[in-house]
């Protein structure tokens, strides 16, 4: 079982978009996957999926401490992946204490294989807390100094809370003059490149279908490299082609799930 928390220092460089993405290939390699949107002041994630039903309670509610049990808050979805959404009212914000977090994803741990904090941008308590939760942190950020530097310093603010980093994703990458290359930021971090994805319209269209790239346009770019991803966390070998999972592999997937449910 692992706890990542998904964090950049910027806003707006693909947290959300990954985390979902990487919830629902993690799932399609038969893991059982958790997402929790921990952007408890700004929460996109239910904004980017179709579900069914939508539980009432939230994260806020759950961090206000208004609920007994924390699996009455978690959505199963078309996708594979559980969510654990966050609530989007300001008055719902200002009532949960992020401290909570630790308590409620402990409570999980042992249903999941992998659950995936998709976190605030920043420094401030709500961004820290899910740092502070995780096992380890996958930083993101795009191919910029900017990004790039304020990356850095959501590194060192692992460090602070003595968490360990997996590593970082190099997201939108469009091959422009001027980006900077995945070794650089390498260098610049110290920190291993998990992976590279490119800048996709897939993904926008994605989103405005409410569905995550790697489940509607599964050869798409982007999907095949965070797919890519996907098979480093659980720890699967790499194809020439990781972007199409192999006959054997996807059985294996299939098998898992079928014992586990
Ligand atoms: N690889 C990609 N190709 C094209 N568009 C992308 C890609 N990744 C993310 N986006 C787009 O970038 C925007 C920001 O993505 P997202 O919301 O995931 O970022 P974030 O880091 O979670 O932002 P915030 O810090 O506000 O929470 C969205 O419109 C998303 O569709
Ligand atoms: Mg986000």
Redo the contacts with the bound molecule.
Sequence with gaps: MTVYTIA?G?????????ALNMGAALSELGMRTLVIDC?IG?A?LGLMINLESKKIVSLHEVLAGKVEDVSEAINQTSYGMDVLLSGISIRGFKQADPEKLREAVEKLVDEYEFILL?S??GISKESMVPLAVSDEVIL?TNPELPSVTDTLKTKLMTGIVERKIRGTVV??VMGAKGELAASKIEELLEVEVLGV?????N??KA?AFKVPVVVRMPGSP?AKRIKEIARKLAKLETSEDSGKYGFVERLLGAFRKITKS
């Design positions: 950049s910027k806003g707006g460089v693909g947290k959300t978009t990954f952007d700004m996109n998709d605030p941008a993101i997201n939108r994805i490119p800048n996709d319209i993904v926008t989103v982007a």
